[in-house]
């Protein structure tokens, strides 16, 4: 593949923005939508907050807005018509240039972008700037083409993955509220108990300076970074690596079946929990995560580490915490132990550990699958960049990427019967096809058994015959309501009743389906 090295000038037409005068600003949706900067955008479409009856400068739809002023860098996607402030250029891709092609170049390669601005106090790009920027860009279109379909392919992979931890994690919160209740309010008159009670001992590390390693070398032990917990399962490879020969005091080492938690983050991430399934005798804690010693015959270890993740409890010992500024409290062992907590009967609770532990087993494999996927992306936007993917291979893989038929049925064209307004819109395949989120209209929940199934499992694509399978030892109507298909198949997943599920790759295509494990 041949990669050429451009300026932007050469491949894309560039505008800077210019704001109007105030007096034209409004926030009744008079005119058109106004942006000014990346406070204005969401993950790919900004989202409009003032309208503008007289613009003074104009982005088209499918546009590329890129930030140009503190920070400079970030880009999003023009999903109509809009007016543009000083803090936004539109690039606008020349005829015989993958417009695509140009987003997922800037969106990846960002810092690159940034390291441009000048300024001393806020960092900004000019236009003249902008259109010297030097753009790797595959000498064919069809090249550019393909490799902007295979990053939109990882992208929609990773949003699915995401879309399936976040339900898998629903329904585990859902359980515990069905089963205790609101921990706070304790509708269900559950015994309460001091903290002390349930957690007699809390053990902290020391944190050490280190590098942000991805292995350790036999001469380096891991401290946990605050970040290893705050996803609400481990993550065993956010530490930093430290010299063993620094280290003065005995580490604590991370271990099966401790209960860890950040006693200082940011408001949101403060005291979240992780539980330990196995035993990593190369990382040990740092001073800002404990390890709670709870008791077995009083509490049940996933109760509290789900206990932890509610809400309204989390408030409460945020009220504990204390700090000289929001963006890092700290909460101390005497506020946090002084709590009281809801401690319903120890069965109760290992029944509901039960249940947690089988849907865990799946969000460990997805934030695995996760992770390799963000791992994936990363690898082929750089090769892709460098030219080196093999174009054969490129134009093989488009030409394998799934239809409309295949896609979950969240972004499937609905049925033409509930179409309403939305009749006839293409399905939404490249992020350039995206409808205005102001029109855009929700998908009706009432969805058939097997595309229930493909969501919540993330099973991608999944053949009928598999469907046909699936459906039928799992017993399921026809049709049936989102909601109920999950607390149904969710019931499934009880220790001594495994769901008979099995995710294998389908090469022809090119992707994960399900299968009934045979016993």
């Known amino acids: 593949m041949e990669i050429l090295t451009l300026q932007l000038s050469e491949i894309a037409e560039v505008t800077a923005g210019q704001s109007p005068p105030s007096k034209y600003y409004n926030e ?3 005119g058109l939508p106004f942006y000014q900067g990346k406070t204005d955008f969401g993950e790919t479409n900004p989202t409009p907050r ?33 007016c543009i402030g000083r803090g936004i250029g539109a690039i606008r891709a020349q005829k015989g ?19 441009k601005a000048t300024g001393a106090v806020f960092k900004a790009i000019s236009k003249a700037e902008l259109k010297k920027l030097p753009i790797r860009i595959p000498k064919l279109e069809s090249d550019q083409t393909h490799i902007a379909a295979l990053l939109r392919h990882c992208e929609q992979l990773i949003r699915w993955r995401e879309e399936s931890i976040e339900l898998l994690e629903e329904y585990v919160r859902s359980v515990f509220l069905e089963m205790f209740g609101d921990p706070v309010s304790n509708e269900k008159k559950w015994d309460v108990i001091p903290m002390k009670k349930a957690i007699p001992n809390i053990t902290t590390g020391s944190s050490y300076g280190g590098q942000a390693n991805e292995k350790l070398e036999d001469d380096e032990l891991g401290v946990l970074k605050i970040s290893a917990v705050t996803k609400g399962v481990f993550d065993a490879t956010e530490f930093k690596a430290v010299k ?15 209960l860890l938690m950040s006693r200082a983050n940011t408001r949101e991430l403060v005291a979240a929990t992780a539980l330990i399934h196995e035993d990593y005798p190369q990382l040990f804690l740092p001073d800002k995560i404990w390890s709670l010693e709870y008791d077995s015959d009083v509490v049940h270890p996933r109760f509290l580490n789900q206990l932890f993740s509610i809400e309204p409890f989390r408030d409460t010992i945020r009220r504990k915490a204390s700090g000289g500024h929001s963006s890092m409290l700290n909460v101390s062992q005497k506020k946090f132990l002084s709590l009281d907590l809801i401690a319903p009967p120890i069965e109760l609770q290992r029944r509901y550990g ?16 996760l992770t390799h996927l963000r791992y994936l992306y990363a690898s082929y936007s750089q090769r892709a960049f ?13 030409a394998a990427l799934p239809s409309s038929a295949t896609l979950p049925l ?40 097997a595309s229930s199934i493909q969501k919540l499992l993330n099973a991608y694509p999944v053949k009928s015959e598999y469907f046909k399978d699936v459906v039928k030892a799992l017993g399921f109507p026809p049709g049936i309501a989102y909601e109920d298909l999950r607390d149904r198949l969710f019931a499934r997943l009880d220790i001594d009743q495994p769901a008979p599920l099995k995710q294998v790759f389908d090469a022809e295509d090119h992707g994960p389906g399900l299968k009934i494990v045979r016993k």
């Open 244 to 258: 063993k020969e620094v280290i003065t005091r005995e580490p604590i080492f991370v271990k099966e079946g401790m």
């Open 28 to 30: 009744t949706g008079e």
């Open 97 to 115: 240039i993958s417009q695509e092609y140009l987003y997922y170049y800037f969106k990846l390669t960002e810092n690159r972008t940034s390291s």
């Open 354 to 369: 039960g249940i947690a532990k089988s849907v865990r087993s799946l969000l460990v494999d997805l934030h695995q699958s």
């Open 410 to 449: 969240h972004l499937r064209p609905r049925p033409e019967e509930d179409a309403g307004p939305t009749k006839g819109i293409p399905v939404k395949t490249s992020p350039l096809d995206v409808a205005s989120p102001s029109t855009e209209k929700k998908v009706s929940p009432r969805i058939d058994t």
């Open 50 to 82: 003032v309208w503008c009856t007289n613009p003074a400068r104009v982005a088209e739809p499918g546009d590329i807005l890129m930030s140009v002023r503190a920070p400079v860098g970030p880009v999003n996607l023009a999903s109509e018509q809009s």
């Open 386 to 398: 460098r030219g080196e993917l093999d174009p054969k291979k490129l134009a093989k893989f488009a």
